[in-house]
């Protein structure tokens, strides 16, 4: 896994269009077979040859699974909010399905940032990001309602 050295971001740092970019992760076989049988045991995920016949033409990675190495890969200075990465909310899709030997990363750009009536230290900010393969295909879409904090004084 590659990943870039960015410095966390506070909500002072961050404005409507700010893009970000993380490293790169190398999916293997074994680990979607790992994940799924662990957690998303279906047939696409276990078998190729039981998978040949499905919607997905062949071993698919669970879509978990990809949100799981998503995730990783937005806290490893994908998407560099101080104080971590803190949800409030998500809308995800998979357009494509990962494969073993697939080459992720995710391309994050901030939608809007809503300042909290209640809470002046914080906001929310809508993060769209888009885990794409390395064939630049989207692979996993998702609009996440991140908690943003201002910089302590």
């Given at each position: 896994m590659t990943?870039?050295?960015?410095e966390p971001l506070y909500l002072d740092d961050l404005a409507v269009g700010a893009r970000f970019h993380s490293g790169t992760y190398?999916?293997?076989?074994?680990?979607?077979?790992?994940?799924?049988?662990?957690?998303?045991?279906?047939?696409?995920?276990?078998?190729d040859e039981a998978a040949r016949g499905t919607?997905?033409?062949?071993?698919?990675?669970?879509?978990?699974?990809?949100?799981?190495?998503?995730?990783?890969?937005?806290?490893?200075?994908?998407?560099?909010?101080?104080?971590?990465i803190v949800g409030a909310g998500t809308e995800i899709t998979w357009p494509k399905p990962v494969r073993a030997g697939d080459e992720l990363h995710v391309e994050t750009t901030v939608?809007?940032?809503?300042?909290?009536?209640?809470?002046?230290?914080?906001?929310?900010a809508l993060c769209r990001s888009d885990t794409l393969n390395q064939r630049g295909e989207t692979v996993q879409r998702s609009d996440a309602r991140v908690v943003v904090f201002r910089r302590p004084a």
């Open positions: 990943k870039p050295a960015i190398r999916v293997e076989e074994d680990e979607i077979r790992q994940f799924a049988r662990q957690y998303d045991p279906q047939p696409f995920h276990l078998d919607l997905f033409g062949g071993l698919a990675a669970s879509g978990w699974h990809t949100a799981a190495i998503t995730m990783r890969l937005l806290v490893d200075g994908g998407l560099p909010i101080a104080g971590g939608m809007e940032i809503t300042p909290s009536r209640s809470k002046p230290d914080r906001a929310i």
